[in-house]
């Protein structure tokens, strides 16, 4: 839905995972004599004069964060204000577009982006009221006069390298003055028992949040695939293919059909693998890496240990995986549709794990985003994998490799999203004390209440 045009926006838009001090920059109104930064709704901090720049520190923890910018003239009466969220799912390229403009002589509307890899636009294309503009500063777009009375539609699309696209569409004049579109926010919840007794009802600050909405809808699976895992994997099939009767064929790649179906995949469940090995980002200040990964996997195409055998990323720039990493991608990967989710992490014995984050901080971060996360060792269990993870699951076995499945595929079909309404930050959300048959999803402990009757 296209909101109204404002005065305030964030010119630094923030995209990847990221803690520590940020850089800041703001494009507030002329009147604007303090630009104020609230964190999660508390000050964090104040830009003193123009150009609005500075930093914030958002602390040394992975965690979703509220970052609003207030702009208040000499007086302190409020001018406007700009909300951006951090460390939620986002798509890889984004678009924000401020007005400065009057009805008599038109004006500019600037333009601030960014892409997962740090890349500018290649190309930027504006429209009003569906007449081409001509942009000659795609940062800051020239607009005609207009009539004040009528209401206007502005469109701006970007076009990345790698067919990334953002758009971003803004109504002004008119009676037009406030956005009346209703926010929503997802929570997943587990069922204790077949269904829940009563209301899902939900907590926000100490206030009590009715559902719009209980559905189950589709599963997104992510998975983080260590390549040195793949050798115990070719085991299992090896396994498979001893006891079935009259094959005699090496467990090579030709030979894998006999293990189609491993493990399939519960109905309406999305699969994606992701390879820990990071491609660089073009401007590597930037502080995010880049990780290859599949399209979205299904049922129909095999199941789960098929997917991961067959399943080869591009050739490998070197050096050992980065697995902390790449699963706070797919945490986020996994939360980004507001479905029903699941990371796994499939490691491999040895190695070092150079991610710029660890495994106990990205755990928090998966716990805040309330998305569960299950760790498998095919063969035997590197005690350094436990130590960095927690709880790890051997697979010494083809049966061992299928009991877990079935386990991460029941919690998968027990989870429920339950629709509340405005923005909230996930890890604020709790359960309402009447809530009964329902936990809250953090992650898949054994301690799990079991699926009963």
Avoid: C
């Avoid at 303090?34 to 040394?60: H, M, S």
């Avoid at 085991?235 to 001893?242: F, K, Q, S």
């Avoid at 009767?245 to 179906?261: F, K, L, Q």
């Amino acid at each position: 839905m296209p909101s109204t045009g404002k005065l305030v926006a964030f010119v630094s838009l923030w995209l990847g995972i990221l803690n520590g001090t940020l850089p800041v920059e703001v494009l507030a109104p002329p009147a604007t004599a303090r630009v104020e930064l609230l964190l999660d709704g508390r000050p964090a901090g104040a830009l003193a004069g123009p150009p609005w720049t500075g930093t914030l520190d958002v602390g040394p923890e992975i965690a979703p964060h509220e970052v609003i910018a207030v702009a208040r003239d000499a007086a302190g009466e409020e001018l406007g204000r700009a909300r951006q969220w951090l460390n939620l799912p986002q798509p890889p390229a984004i678009l924000d577009v401020t007005l400065q403009v009057t009805p008599e002589k038109g004006g500019v509307a600037r333009v601030a982006w960014a892409a997962v890899e740090g890349v500018a636009p290649r190309e930027v294309r504006a429209t009003l009221d569906g007449a081409p503009l001509a942009v000659r500063d795609p940062a800051a777009i020239a607009l005609p006069a207009y009539d004040p009375d009528s209401p206007h539609l502005l469109r701006v699309e970007a076009a990345f390298p790698g067919d990334l696209t953002a758009s971003r569409e803004l109504v002004f004049g008119g009676a037009l003055a406030e956005e009346t579109s209703t926010e929503l926010t997802a929570v997943p919840v587990l069922l204790a028992g077949r269904r829940p007794a009563g209301e899902i009802a939900v907590m926000a600050s100490g206030r009590r949040l009715a559902p719009f909405a209980v559905e189950e809808g589709d599963a997104d699976l992510v998975v983080v695939f260590d390549p040195g895992a793949r050798a115990a994997l070719r085991g299992m099939i090896g396994e498979l293919l001893r006891r079935a009767p009259g094959v005699t064929r090496a467990p090579t790649a030709s030979s894998w059909v006999d293990g189609r179906h491993v493990a399939r995949l519960p109905p309406q469940t999305r699969l994606r693998v992701i390879w820990p090995v990071a491609r660089q980002p073009a401007r590597p200040e930037l502080r995010w890496e880049v990780f290859p990964y599949t399209p979205e996997l299904s049922r129909w195409e095999g199941g789960l240990l098929w997917h991961l055998l067959l399943s080869d990323g591009p050739p490998a720039a070197g050096g050992d995986p980065a697995l902390a990493d790449a699963v706070a991608l797919a945490g986020r990967m996994a939360a980004q549709n507001a479905r029903r989710r699941a990371v796994l992490l499939v490691v491999a014995p040895g190695g070092r794990d150079p991610s710029h984050f660890s495994a106990g901080a990205v755990r928090r971060y998966l716990e805040r985003l309330r998305v569960p996360l299950r760790v498998w060792a095919p063969g035997k269990v590197d005690p350094a994998a436990a130590a960095a993870w927690g709880e790890v699951e051997p697979l010494p076995h083809l049966a061992g490799f299928e009991r877990a499945a079935k386990r991460l595929f029941e919690h998968l079909e027990r989870q429920r999203i339950v629709w509340v309404a405005g923005a909230h930050l996930p890890q604020e959300l709790t359960l309402a004390p009447e809530a009964r048959g329902v936990v809250p999803i953090a992650t898949l402990d054994s301690d799990t209440p079991r699926l009963r009757d």
